[in-house]
């Protein structure tokens, strides 16, 4: 069988470097999308770096173009991997926030897939979709990186049908929390970017933010392995599932998300310490 390509987003470090080098490992010809063209430590050699920004469109172009010249325009599989998480209340949250957490996670990972879907129906190819299980399941501050991955589901449905009949198979996996840097990257972003509303709002909020951080921070994150591994599976089952869950963490939140919404409110804000006291000056 000849080599087989894959293109991984967001593959400086973190799911993407990880899986990277596993599929490089089992002798795929990967191209590592990276931010900045310096990102490629974590990468081993024999794997293509290519710069890939998804709120740029002229990268993604660029990105595509080497491809197809380096491989006869054949692609046999991307994994849209790259996100970010925005963290935050609905109502303090900035719009620009709003607005980059769809961009990098909903409309870069449309750009993308765009930009090498025919490289894709050429080989009858595969597209895997990096979700989360927040998209099944929401908790207070999670809002913008939950609605992100909600709507990524949602084209992935509709991807998944419109490629069928083409022959290009396209699969969600939906990890829960896994040992990665970005948590503390979405801190640090939140603390430039600030909240808007006046002083008043924002200390309404404080508190509630502050419990939501200690929930995450105190959480139990699995090692990089155990979503690589599906990542794999989805990439070469003979017939890859249409989601797949990641870690036991998800599994959980995927049986909660189908107890009945006032119930499982009460159960989230119970386990994370939420209550009328928690809001105020
Ligand atoms: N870790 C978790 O608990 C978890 C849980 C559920 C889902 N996920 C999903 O898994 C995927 C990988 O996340 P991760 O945990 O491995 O985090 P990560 O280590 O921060 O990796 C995310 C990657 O995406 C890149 N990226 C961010 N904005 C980008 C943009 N505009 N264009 C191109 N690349 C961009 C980042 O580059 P920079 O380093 O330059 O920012 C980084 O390489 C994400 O889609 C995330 O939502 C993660």
Known sequence: MSTRTVLITGAAGGIGGAAARRLHDLG???YAGVRRASDTSALPAGVHPLVIDLIDEETLDAAAKEIAARTGGRLD?????AG???????????LEEWRRQ????????????????????TTGGRVVNIGAVSSRMCAPTFGPIAASKAALA???EAL????RPLGVRVSLVEPGAVQTEIF???????RIAGWRGDPETQRLYRGVAEKMGEFVDNGSRAPVDGIVKTIVKALTARRPAAVYLSGRDARIMAALAKVPGRTRDRLV??????GAETYGP
């Open 77 to 81: 599989a991307l994994v849209n991997n």
């Open 102 to 121: 769809f961009d990098v996670n909903v409309i870069g990972q449309v750009a993308m897939t765009q930009a090498v879907l025919p490289m894709l129906r």
């Open 269 to 274: 804000l119970r386990t994370a310490g939420v």
């Open 184 to 190: 503390a990257k979405a801190g640090a972003a939140a």
């Open 28 to 30: 795929w010809e990967v």
């Open 84 to 94: 970010v998480i925005v963290e935050g209340p609905v109502e303090t949250v900035p």
């Open 154 to 156: 949602s084209v992935t």
């Open 160 to 163: 998944r049908m419109e490629m």
